[in-house]
């Protein structure tokens, strides 16, 4: 038994093409596109059991479906302040953030993202490494991943984080 199909027609499909960025419908069998284009060339690609789906005029866009992101967070983060996507040596990352730090001495604060705990010793860098790069301000730098935000001293300081702060109540 093959996987149910679906056309979708009656809207406008974007084909993520630049050549070619729109079409009249599309056909999916079970998790795959086997078809976008035309509707007259939909027939080969469907079956008696086809669903038909009338988009009336919407448009069906393709897309990722995740249950778990930070987009808009990190997305945020990685336009402000300083990227570190694709660095992996804990030095060439520490000179980054005091390069960025160094090209802009009127910042308040030291922002960033896309470092990996991979990378650093005991998977977890320091505020001291941070410090070394970072000390006459708060420096904030979010992991690659948004799970991990890497703080100096004074990030610490101004946020009032210290050995005698509870840990946050997991969900809250």
Known sequence: MSAQSYLLRGGQVCTM????????????????ITYVGPEAGAAAFTDPGTEVIEVDG????????????????????AKLGVDLNGLSDPAEILARIAGYAASCPGSA?????????????????????????????????????????????????????????????PGA
Request: aromatic share 8%.
């Open 58 to 77: 919407g448009m069906v866009l393709p897309g990722f479906i995740d249950a778990h992101n930070h987009l808009a967070g990190s997305g945020a983060m």
């Open 17 to 32: 093409d630049p050549g070619r960025p729109w079409a009249q419908c599309a056909v999916v069998r079970g998790k795959m």
């Open 109 to 169: 604060v030291i922002r960033g993202s896309g470092w990996m705990a991979a990378y650093f010793e005991n998977n977890s860098p320091t505020r001291e490494m941070l410090d070394e790069a970072v000390s006459d301000r708060p420096a904030a730098i979010l992991s690659s991943d948004g799970h991990d935000l890497w703080f100096n001293t004074a990030a610490m300081h101004a946020c009032s984080l210290d050995r005698g702060t509870e840990d946050p109540d």
